[in-house]
């Protein structure tokens, strides 16, 4: 297993969830890896990436609460999110593939299982 995420939960708006995705140390030690979450009936959507050099990014709706980050000891990526909304409810992946972090050789494509986090008002 290239991918394990962990964390989620319930919480009320206002409160914070710290996502966990454990890597397979080689992976881990070139890959871009994000977090996408997904709500039924809709795509799924790219929340944060974090390249293997550190620098992140993150879709518009998240800025200034989620914070992506990297532990090299662990080969762990968080994601630490403060202030949810409801509307931050879904089932959030990680995945790390070839085509976001830039790999040129055999193309790859690696997700983790949903964990499902959950907002209320």
């Known amino acids: 297993v290239q991918l394990q995420a962990s964390g989620g939960g319930s919480v009320q708006a206002g409160g914070s969830l710290r996502l966990s995705c454990a890597a397979g140390r080689t992976l881990f030690s070139f890959s871009t890896i994000g977090w996408y979450r997904q709500v039924p009936g809709k795509q799924r959507e790219l929340v944060a990436t974090i390249t293997a050099g550190g620098v992140a990014d993150y879709v518009d709706s998240v800025k200034g609460r989620f914070t992506i980050s990297r532990d090299d000891a662990e080969s762990t990526v968080y994601l630490q999110m403060n202030d949810l909304k409801p509307e931050d409810t879904a089932v959030y992946y990680c995945?790390?593939?070839?085509?976001?972090?830039?790999?040129?050789?055999?193309?790859?494509?690696?997700w983790g299982q949903g964990t499902q986090v959950t907002v209320s008002s």
């Open positions: 995945n790390s593939n070839s085509q976001t972090t830039g790999w040129t050789g055999r193309p790859y494509d690696y």
